[in-house]
Nanobody, 122 residues
């Protein structure tokens, strides 16, 4: 079992930055790939970014490429999502998820956090 807890969300003006953290406890975190997803009200959950177990490979949705950066510190059992140049359309609840393979597909992830709200004002 892996327990995931997101933090770092909040209210920010357009153009601002936030850094989300996903802290893990339980089984060896370094054996899991991690993805970030988001869900806005009335919309489906959407892939944002993913990182493989070592941190050597990263993947991004086109909508965030060049603005968001995913990274991990396996010694701290934590994955980060640095979000820069935020836009109002980035407003959503952001979730981190852990699985045996990094993917844009949410179904491959076995463990999910409770989510953290990000609100970007115009």
């Amino acid at each position: 079992q892996v327990q995931l807890v997101e933090s770092g969300g909040g209210l920010v003006q357009a153009g601002g930055s936030l850094r989300l953290s996903c802290a893990a406890s339980g089984r060896a975190f370094s054996t899991y790939a991690v993805g970030w997803f988001r869900q806005a009200p009335g919309k489906d959950r959407q892939f944002v970014a993913a990182i493989n177990r070592s941190g050597g490979s990263t993947y991004y949705a086109d909508s965030v490429k060049g603005r968001f950066t995913i990274s991990r510190d396996n010694a701290k059992n934590t994955v980060y999502l640095q979000m820069n140049s935020l836009k109002p359309e980035d407003t959503a609840v952001y979730y981190c998820a852990a699985g045996l393979g990094s993917s844009t597909y949410s179904g491959i992830y076995n463990y999910w956090g409770q989510g953290t709200q990000v609100t970007v004002s115009s």
